[in-house]
């Protein structure tokens, strides 16, 4: 039976885990435009990720120039800040365009800095997620599990760019 504790130090089970979140940046004030639950639900993952052992990377789109590339959010865990369209905010609803670019991103940093699983937070993100991991898999024989939360279906052009659809969640969506 396999304990659900924490790693030890050093332990080889520890994974390096990516978790992508295109707007949700758990940098983001709380109270400002698109920042509030999402933003926290990806800062507890990665720190619960970190806390059991893991390190967590979170992937979110630069949104201002001034942003560094890497920030140490806790011990185990740092935001990692993606160029994919301007740097500025944009409303969640003008980024699809700008998934191809943030999946080419995370598929160059993933060529040298490989995670051992990859998680997407929302719907682009797995669009991303998916191009990037498919563009780097194979690199050492790794293989990434693309989860996801939130998948959508293009709604009809007279409604929003985007509906949500109740589907099932499985705990993966494949092994890739």
Known sequence: MTSLGPLGVGDPAALSI???SEHASPLAALGGVDAGGRNVHAARRAGALAGRGHSATVCARRDARDLPDRVPLRAGVEVHHV???????LPEDELLPHMLAFGRHLA????????GLAHSHFRMSGLASLH???RARG????????SRYGWP??????ES???EVPA?????????
């Open 18 to 20: 990516a978790l992508a």
């Open 83 to 89: 160029p994919a369209g301007p740097p500025e905010r």
């Open 108 to 115: 160059g940093e993933w060529q040298t800095r490989p995670p």
């Open 132 to 134: 990037a991991t498919r």
């Open 139 to 146: 690199e050492g024989g790794r293989r990434r599990v693309l």
């Open 153 to 158: 279906r293009v709604a009809a052009a007279t």
């Open 161 to 163: 760019v985007y509906a």
């Open 168 to 176: 099932p969640r499985p705990a993966a969506t494949g092994v890739i």
